[in-house]
């Protein structure tokens, strides 16, 4: 059974602090840093959906994510969350819509090399 008043502490680096605001008195990253260790950590399907959340409630801009995963400093593996940005419009008016949609596009990308293309 999950603990709701569990409290995980993360650290984040010095130059990263920036992106760190306070609400209710707990420490969050804002959502362009929490957007960034999403597409990071989780796997394409599970983070489109918190994508698309963010780009329909107008939390980010996505021009400007771009812009902050083509930095340097942001870290380790900064074109993924690029390529969930990428493909994310904001669109999906719930959150089925948003859990399939990312089940099609892999469809496209991984249907060159798919064993459903190679019966013809």
Known sequence: MACLDCVIPVTLPARHMNHVTMHNNT??????????????????????????????????????????????????????????????????????ESFALPSSLSLVFLGRSSKWNSRA
């Open 27 to 96: 420490q969050v990253t804002d959502p362009t840093r929490t957007l960034s260790d999403c597409g990071r950590t989780e796997a394409f399907h599970d983070a489109f959906p918190v994508f698309e959340s963010a780009i329909r409630q107008n939390s980010v801009d996505s021009t400007a994510f771009l812009d902050y995963c083509s930095q340097a400093y942001v870290g380790r593996d900064r074109h993924l969350p690029a390529f969930v940005m990428s493909k994310a419009r904001g669109l999906s008016e719930n959150g089925g």
